[in-house]
């Protein structure tokens, strides 16, 4: 397939990479919360903030690893109250993306972070899949939830967090597995797995962000993960590599979240182009746009600009985020005929 792609002039893959169709597979919806919104909504919760103002609470945005970040992350969330504000938010990153022309988002969220707070799974779920609804309407984007587990805190939990969402069953379409990765290995939530995949839910893990490849071994040995959220670190372990390249497992890469989190420090050093080259199915996306400095076309941009990557990894990209996805093939089908399209329309003849 990828041979009838037509030549694109260096000069257009800028924008090819901004209007090219595109899905975005890994997005924390409570990552998405700019600081403005932040202010916003503490306003309307009367929440008090230990920041004084948008300025001071961005100046925090300096992060040392990823511990450092979602101690802020969380604290940000806590404005998070009601069904209106899960809404809000939800729909201002689906505008922003189809803005970035994502054609569909499968959106994690941390029920564990809201109701911790006394917040009802209700809440939360039912806030976020109204705006995933109006968003297909009003912005011409699909998305869908994938709920995901805090995997520093306890099996148990995530046990019971399961079943306070099984009677919204319908509004997620699988599980995940975030947070402080280095000492909580997939193998914790590995009976936890196995009940949501007797469920029929669909399974993902952040695995080797951080962590190492063995890590990544266990998501999909232990967990039987379908894709791996990150996975950059698999570059240390050749068999490893071979495994996911041979089986087509989806990795969804972040690179300016790597950047941020001091993976990668310095985007030069990304290893995007070489999990690519070396055959993987990556994919870019956002993670947490607010606190890493761009929603999903920066992250094309800055990490194309850094490692010289050209118009067949675009391509690559693309189809990757497409195909990876858990949408029905009709859509990934229509997908793919626009990503041609939007090759066409870029092609160095025009
Ligand atoms: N890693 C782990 N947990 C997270 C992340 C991440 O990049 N973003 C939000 N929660
Ligand atoms: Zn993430």
Redesign the pocket.
Known sequence: MTHTLPAIAPGRLPALLAAMPKAELHI?IE?SLEPEMVFALARRNGVALPWASVQELRRAYAFTD?QSF?DL?YQGAAVLRTEEDFYDLALAYLARAAMDNVVHAEIFFDPQTHTARGVAMDTVVRGLARACMDARQRHGIGATLILSFLRHLSEREAFETLEQALPLREHFIGVGL??S?LGHPPEKFERVFRRCRELGLHLVA?AG?EGPPAYIWQALDLLHAERID?GVQAVHDAALVRRLASERIPLTV?PL?NQKLQVFPDLRQHNLKALLDAGLAATANS??PAYFGGYLNENLRQVFDATGMGARHAWQLAHHSFEASFAPAADKARWNELLLDAFERHAASR
């Open positions: 924390h990552g990823l979602l992350y975030d947070s990765e952040h962000e990150h972040c979240s993670d947490d």
